[in-house]
């Protein structure tokens, strides 16, 4: 699965009417076993992609504070808003200013908008329907798949380290700020 296949199964669940996790589960259970695997391997590769301080920042203010187990709930989160956001977003995360969810959290004083770590287990799910439930045998498959790997990539650099403090974070995501921070 390349990443406009992996880009596809996204945006095509974004448009059922159950949610956007539980279609991505449905749709994936629909493939072959490794095709799956490779959902998750692309999965992976894009999270990693946007695994940086100026998107975190943005994640800290969307959530009023994030995790690292947070910070990968977001991350699955920006996957879950389909290509076009999660370009835009890894291009500038201030641009999430402009998404829908983000302005209603803003203006109702609701975090979490965007967190969405369901998605990241779709993949795990679906795998789960071909092995009758076994719980283990996903992560055995993706082991296996890790061991035959050469050269992956870490995606160690999260590019440049700042304090999230008011003063930064209006610098760097002013659209954000002006939408979470109070007025000063």
Known sequence: MNLDEFWSVVDSARTDAEPTDEALVD??????????LDFQERFDEV?????RW????????IGGGCS??????FRAGLI????GWFESAAQSPDNLAGHPAVIEAAAQ????????????FA?????????????DAFYKALAVREEAAVDRATGDDMGEDFDFDDAQ????????????????
């Open 27 to 36: 749709r994936l259970a629909a493939l072959p076993m490794e095709e799956i």
């Open 123 to 135: 993949a795990k799910a679906a795998y789960e329907r071909h092995t009758d439930g076994d719980v």
């Open 68 to 73: 690292n187990d947070s910070f990968s709930d």
């Open 47 to 51: 999270a990693d992609a946007v695994h």
């Open 169 to 184: 974070l209006r610098q760097r995501l002013p659209r954000l700020s002006a939408l979470f921070l109070p007025a000063g």
């Open 54 to 61: 100026d998107v975190w920042a943005a994640a800290y203010l």
């Open 109 to 120: 004083g609701r975090s979490q908008a965007i967190f969405y770590e369901k998605v990241q």
């Open 80 to 83: 879950a808003l389909g290509r």
